[in-house]
Structure formats: C-alpha cells, structure tokens
C-alpha cells in the first residue's frame, strides 16, 4: 500500500488517497519514517550474493542448489529465503528441453556384450567410464561433441568438440582421458551405445593398449546410456540453449564454451548423487 501511495501522490496527494483506501494518513509517513526491520537489512545483503553465485554458476542454478553454493561459501541462510530471494530478483535455474537422438547404429559392425545392464555405479575411479556423442548448431555448421564421463565421480575425463563426428573425434576424446588417468586402465568397463563410432575396429583397439574392455547397449535404448545421456543433457541444458547464448557462429566457439562448461562442471558444479559437491572432491 505504501508502494502504490509513492506511485501516486504527486498526482492525487496523500491525504485523498489515503481516504480513499480507508488509510490514515498517520500510519502512511509512520511505515515511510520506519526503520528497515532485520529481515529487510539481510535480504539487502544477501541479495547480491545469491546473484553474484548464480552468474558465477553460469546461470543453471535453481533455489536448491544456490542454497547449497551459499551455504558452501560460508553463509548462514536457509533454503526458502533463496527461494523469495530469487523470486525477488528475477532469477530461476534452467529447466531441460526435450531430448534429440544423434545415434547413428552400424547395424553389419560386430557388438561387444553390455556389460553394465544400466547399473551406472563404480566403487572407485576408472572402473567405468561412459561415452557419447551429441551436437550443437551452428550458422558455420554443426558442431560435434563427444564426452567421457566418470561412473564414480561423475567427472568429465575426456571431450572432443569437432565440425564432424567420425572416429577420430571419439579417439580425441578417449586421448585425452588416457592422458588424465593413465596409459594402462586395467579392468576398466568403457560402455557406449551402438553409435558406428564405439564398434569401429580404431576404437576397440585403442580400448585394448588402454587394458579397457568395451561394453554396448541395446540397440536404439537411451536407459542402456542413461549416464552419458544424462551429462548431455545437463550440457545442452546448462550451456548449448541457455537464452543469454545467443545463436552459436562459429564451432571453435561451441569449443572455448564447452572448455569452459566441463572446467566449471568438475571443479564447481554441485551434483545432488555425489551429495552435493563437485566431482573433483
């Protein structure tokens, strides 16, 4: 009421508004001479915070999650006053879209057994990794991303963005993580889907100098990928279609964000499975 007197008392006057609403005049300049009560003083100053946390958290995080990054960063607040303060600044995490297939199935290639049977859990690091591919649009052309995701700790270990999605790309990203966790995996599970690229003979071959055996789902069943379906799907929604993007130009862009994102994604990004901390602890 305060707020709609200040709206228009440079129009009517105070005295004929609050008549009107049946206000006396009285406890108008009373709650304008009031001091801000404690609630007031704190949502001023947790207000900047919570924003600063969710621009530096690339914009995704909902109230839970912004709850836990505040509480994490040593402030004493509970979960539903980052909700109103949320509300208050405009602010949401994002939501996901519906999901695209890219699988492309070499129905004459020989299959390894799946060895996994949608049980995406490990006891330790490089007991099983999970594999993809997904891609992003854009005005120079479609751009490629494959990623190789940790069972255990849900870390990104190995990505490859590129303006193509032959082998090389998968064996790019499968370099790369060699190149964080070793040469010699022994007992290590790699588990794809039926993409062309996981059942190429480059492929089984660079599993096995790693000492990695391959694993493949059911034909044309997401559940057999679930992991690696799911990491996708917080990439294209976290990243790929978050409106402050923009259209993608270029696919060495697609690349310097997507650096960005997994960087983000290991070393900050909270995940609710690993209780709400990020892959690197």
Not at 73 to 98: C, N, P, S, Y
Not at 265 to 276: A, I, W
Request: charged share 25%; net charge positive.
């Amino acid at each position: 009421m305060v707020n709609y007197i200040d709206a228009h008392r440079s129009e009517f006057g105070v005295e004929p508004i609050c008549r009107v609403l049946q206000v006396a005049p009285s406890t108008y300049y009373a709650a304008k001479s009031r001091l801000p009560s404690a609630r007031a003083i704190r949502d001023a100053v947790m207000m900047p915070i919570l924003l600063a946390l969710w621009i530096a958290n690339f914009k995704v995080y909902g109230a839970h999650k912004l709850w836990k990054a505040a509480r994490r960063g040593g402030h004493d607040i509970g979960r539903d006053q980052v909700a109103r303060l949320m509300k208050t600044l405009g602010i949401e995490g994002v939501r996901r879209g519906r999901r695209i297939r890219t699988t492309r199935p070499d129905e004459k290639a020989a299959r390894s057994p799946d060895l996994v049977e949608r049980d995406f859990t490990a006891t330790e690091p490089n007991r099983l990794w999970v594999t993809d591919l997904t891609f992003v649009p854009t005005w120079q052309g479609v751009a490629y991303v494959c990623f190789i995701v940790d069972a255990f700790s849900r870390m990104i270990v190995g990505w490859r963005v590129a303006g193509h999605m032959r082998t090389v790309m998968v064996l790019d990203a499968l370099e790369m993580a060699r190149w964080q966790r070793g040469t010699r995996l022994e007992g290590l599970v790699a588990h794809s889907d039926t993409g062309s690229q996981y059942t190429s003979i480059r492929y089984g071959e660079r599993l096995a100098e790693l000492g990695a055996t391959p694993s493949i789902g059911s034909v044309g069943d997401s559940y057999d990928n679930a992991l690696a379906e799911t990491t996708k799907g917080l990439y294209k929604t976290e990243l790929v279609y978050r409106p402050d993007q923009g259209p993608w130009r270029k696919i060495e862009d697609v690349g310097l964000a997507t650096l960005s994102w997994v960087h983000w994604f290991n070393t900050q990004r909270l995940h609710g499975y690993l209780n709400d901390v990020p892959p690197i602890e």
